[in-house]
């Protein structure tokens, strides 16, 4: 069989490396404006799926041009259009959205305007380039192809992390992405021009192989595999966003393991070895599913996130790799191709779109072990179509057992679960739950797998959580007794516990349905008994930093920043221009607090470079949850005086002011999140 010639893999790699570097670019300008939602990648995700099928879409359309000299011209004055405009487009990201939108509308308007036309290009090169090859040598296996540009992109997304996030602010990334992409698109065009010399074959090749089209079943085959591929993605990268973070080095691991994983699944060895493949598969995945349903409160978090990637590569290389046993002649590649990206946006609208009005649904159906999230269905269903490929009794049966398993784990309520669930619902921010813990004796909200504030239902007057009274905030509120407050995050809204008559606390919450329940006193009664002694509660829906901007100078005595518990690190709350905001509001003596308790990110170095490089007062307090219903704790304080810190009680012998190295601190053009994170550290520039 041929080779495949050197300017069909560079060209096809090098289209494919800045695909993948520009959907985290993408998402990562936007989530500041999103709030830091860890949804804003799965939307973004839904939409490149989306411009990856009008990619197809304009390669099969292009292809039936005979005239390949034509078909490259038009290409060629596209390609001239998209470079052009690529500087006043990518201005659309940088922009806040509009006041009612939908976050989902404003995101896929954003992304389609900014980056839809260069994005459409490079998708389409991989299929014309394999369509115009086979023209011209029919018998080069020209769908290797799709496994190089699988590869590549694993080369882009992580050059991304590695390389582009960490050492080059954002403005300039999109300069270096439109002098990566004129560059691609260079060596697409010059590959293609070569391939003219050959084209009076066309006609001819493309008449022996539109005979060999696809059977009539095998689309929907396709799409059924596609599908589940692409929603084992999507489960996979709900699950790893919301338990860590949103950030690109988490948005990339899934989707590299997932492109790996295609590409290995159209390699020669998968198609040599796919019985044994596909055998493995499906120990994988039925062994994630198992656990998702039955022992991950058991399993350390660790091997939980192990097993769901691990499950997330198993079952895409044994569904890719029967796409490739069935895939069509080269002609109808394109096709094919716009088959499984239909398959990718179908799932994304499930997961983005359908799912989270439907979720509601779904818990009230549900027992006491919660409703089944997207992850165990996604596993089912690949589990499903790899038994149903493979065929055998042994993979029939493997299927029946676990499907018994799972309907018991549906259907019996979790004996073990001391907590009942009260409310369960879902918006684009997430996955909220109100519980019941009998042996606290409590009410527990939890957003995702993170506790936000429980209320102790012997003592509702009582902070607890983060803000018991022997906390750093607790004690920081004691000695300074703030009148005007102003909280960034609302969680059940305990801090209103602390508030005296005539008091004024305003809290800043983006997630309306978080707002929702910590104003039902059936819930959660701070924010309710807070008002009726007489205290001025004020709750606002949107972005922190965008609401508190509006607010006057000198307006509050204390500002609170409860946004960082949870592991969706809001990065934009953080920034020098941030701090310098929210030194803006505050009185001459007020103080600003930070809540940095957090499972895998360490904030107070970069904290302490902040308030070194604007001149901050700085302390930070730790304490041990010493009471049942006391979370462990960490607080940063900044006072813009001298009388601030002394008034704030900074200097004893509680807060630590020294010894801690200072780490460069983030800026609106720059945040290396990777560097904070407790496990990995990236130098700063």
């Known amino acids: ?36 939602s860890p949804a804003t990648w799965n939307t973004c995700v839904m939409v490149f799926q989306a411009l990856l099928l009008a990619g197809y879409w304009y390669s099969a359309l292009l292809a039936r041009v005979d005239d390949l000299k034509r078909a490259i011209q038009s290409h060629i004055a596209l390609v001239t259009i998209s470079i052009v405009a690529w500087p006043f487009s990518t201005r659309l990201l940088w922009s806040d959205p509009p006041v009612g939108w939908p976050a989902v509308v404003w995101i896929a308007t954003a992304t389609a305007a900014a980056v839809g036309l260069p994005f459409i290009l490079l998708s389409a090169t991989s299929p014309l380039i394999q369509v115009w090859l086979a023209r011209t040598a029919p018998h080069r296996n020209v769908h290797r192809l799709y496994a190089v540009s699988s590869a590549a992109s694993v080369g882009g997304l992580v050059g991304y992390v590695a390389v582009i996030e960490p050492w080059v602010g954002v403005a300039r990334q999109s300069l270096l992405l439109l002098v990566a992409y004129t560059l691609a698109m260079l060596v697409t065009l010059a590959f293609a021009w070569t391939l003219t010399e050959a084209a009076p074959a066309a006609v001819a090749t493309a008449t022996t192989l539109e005979a060999r089209g696809p059977k009539a079943w095998r689309p929907i085959f396709w799409l059924a595999l596609a599908t589940a591929a692409s929603g084992t993605l999507y489960a996979v990268n709900t699950y790893v966003t919301t338990d860590i973070a949103a950030f690109p080095l988490l948005w990339v691991i899934p989707l590299a393991l997932f492109l790996l994983a295609f590409a290995y699944g159209y390699s020669r060895f998968a198609e ?48 890719a790799a029967e796409l490739a046993r069935t895939r069509p002649a080269a002609d109808h590649l394109p096709a094919y191709y716009s088959i499984i990206c239909i398959g990718g946006v179908l799932a994304g609208v499930l997961s983005v779109v359908v799912l989270p009005w439907a979720w509601s649904t779904l818990a009230a159906l549900a027992t006491s ?120 995050g609302l969680g059940v809204g305990t801090l209103a516990a602390y508030a005296q008559p005539g008091d004024r606390y305003t809290f800043l919450e983006i997630d309306p349905l978080v707002a929702r329940i910590a104003d039902d006193p059936r819930w959660f009664s701070h924010v309710s008994a807070a008002r009726s002694k007489g205290v001025t509660v004020d709750v606002q829906i949107g972005d922190a930093r965008l ?6 100078d000198q307006s509050f005595d204390l500002i609170v920043m409860d946004a960082f518990a949870s592991d969706s690190v809001p990065v934009h709350l953080l920034t020098l221009e941030a701090l310098d905001l929210y030194r803006r509001k505050l009185t001459p003596a007020g103080a600003i607090a930070i809540n940095v308790s957090n499972r895998f ?36 304080v900044l006072t813009a005086t001298r009388s601030g810190a002394l008034a704030a009680g900074l200097h004893g012998d509680d807060w630590q002011r020294t010894g801690i190295a200072p780490r460069t601190p983030w800026t609106d053009d720059r945040a290396n999140l990777l560097g904070a994170l407790r496990l990995w550290r990236v130098p700063d520039r």
């Open 1 to 36: 069989m041929t080779r495949l010639p050197a300017g069909a893999i560079v060209a096809v790699a090098s289209s494919a490396v800045l695909l993948f570097a520009l959907e985290p670019f993408v998402a990562k300008v936007l989530l500041p404006r999103m709030g830091g």
């Open 272 to 319: 040599r070895h796919l019985d044994a493949l596909l055998g493995v598969a499906l120990l994988v995945v039925g062994a994630a599913l198992v656990n998702s349903l039955w022992f991950t409160a058991m399993v350390p978090t660790w091997f939980d996130l192990a097993l769901a990637l691990c499950a997330l590569t198993m079952a895409v290389a044994g569904l």
């Open 369 to 488: 072990a919660g409703a089944i999230p997207e992850y165990p269905v996604a596993l089912w269903l690949a589990l499903a179509l790899i038994a149903g490929s493979r065929g055998d009794r042994r993979s029939r049966l493997f299927v029946v057992v676990v499907a018994a398993m799972v309907i018991v784990a549906v259907v019996v309520p979790a004996r073990t679960s001391r907590a009942t669930i009260l409310f369960e619902a879902r918006n684009f921010f997430g996955t909220v739950r109100v519980q019941h813990d009998a042996q606290l004796n409590a009410r527990v909200f939890r957003h995702g797998t993170t506790v936000h504030g429980l209320q102790r239902l012997d003592h509702p007057d009582a902070p607890a959580g983060y803000y018991h009274r022997d906390s750093p905030i607790g004690l920081l509120i004691a000695a300074t007794t703030p009148r005007r407050v102003l909280v960034l």
């Open 547 to 552: 609401l508190a901007a509006r607010f006057p």
């Open 601 to 636: 990110f360490d904030f107070v170095p970069v904290l302490v470079g902040a308030a070194e490089a604007r001149r901050f007062g700085w302390a930070v307090a730790e304490r041990e949850g010493l009471h049942p219903t006391e979370f462990s704790s960490s607080w940063f």
